[in-house]
């Protein structure tokens, strides 16, 4: 956020960015709260995304819709601050993002254990590459366009696109860790301890959301607060 936007647009910022840190909370505390209720699914190996296929399958979907959605507003808030090329790439990349995480919960994953090729199996795998893969880079972008105009924010961003950096690479750290210790586990299963890097690459992910949200909100209500005093 810059000093020179009007009220009005600091305030819709502000609402936008509130809304996306409530949905990723909310999606956060629907994940903890699946580990609870579908404990057949072991988190040491288990993606987070069979949780789809349990009793409270509905909440896994819930999740990744407030997930999502959350991508989708916090990118529509930052929009007016995402300038030249990389604000304008990471911005675009950020709503696709947006978009094929909802499209995991649009459509089911099959259990790692192994189910018949489907093509809502095969929709899902391609939203959750696009959402791993990409993530860090699509944010690392973004970082990169709000460190030109939040000089007092550069740390904090470049220590968020590290920690997102350090998630995506402790999970596939994991798989590459676990088939090298046993050349078996290339075929997946229990013998790929990629559970818990899943789930800490995706509360990295999160934590971006909720950080970069928070603060650049911060911002925009002192901004919102100082003009009337600074413009008699």
């Known amino acids: 956020m810059e000093s020179s936007e009007d ?6 910022f502000i609402v936008l960015a509130r809304v996306a840190t409530a ?12 580990h609870f209720l579908e404990p057949e699914f072991d988190p040491s190996w ?3 995304s069979e ?20 991508i989708l507003l916090l990118t529509s808030a930052l929009w007016r601050s995402l300038r030249k090329t990389s604000g304008r790439i990471g911005s675009w990349w950020m709503l ?8 995991a919960g649009i459509f089911k994953t099959n259990p790692i254990t192994g189910a018949a090729a489907n093509l809502d199996n095969t929709l899902h795998t391609i939203c959750g590459g696009i959402t791993i893969l ?26 968020m696109a590290l920690l997102v950096w ?20 290339a075929k997946g299963g ?23 949200g928070q603060r650049f909100s911060a911002i925009a209500r002192k901004a919102t607060v100082a003009r009337p005093f600074s413009s008699g």
């Open 7 to 12: 009220p009005s647009a600091s305030r819709a």
């Open 23 to 34: 949905l990723v909370l909310l999606f956060l505390v629907l994940l903890i709260l699946l």
């Open 134 to 159: 990409t993530f860090p880079i699509a944010s690392s972008l973004v970082g990169r366009s709000l460190r030109r105009t939040n000089e007092p924010l550069k740390r904090l961003i470049l220590v």
């Open 190 to 212: 229990p013998e790929v301890y990629q559970g818990w890097p899943n789930r800490f690459m995706v509360a990295t992910y999160a934590a971006w959301i909720v950080i970069v």
């Open 96 to 103: 696709l993002i947006g978009v094929v995480i909802i499209g």
């Open 51 to 70: 949780y789809e296929l349990g009793q409270f399958g509905w909440m896994m979907r819930l999740a990744f819709f407030a997930w999502g959605a959350s």
């Open 166 to 185: 350090i998630g995506m690479v402790s999970y596939f750290g994991s798989i590459i860790i676990s088939v090298a210790i046993n050349p078996a586990a």
């Open 46 to 48: 288990r993606m987070i």
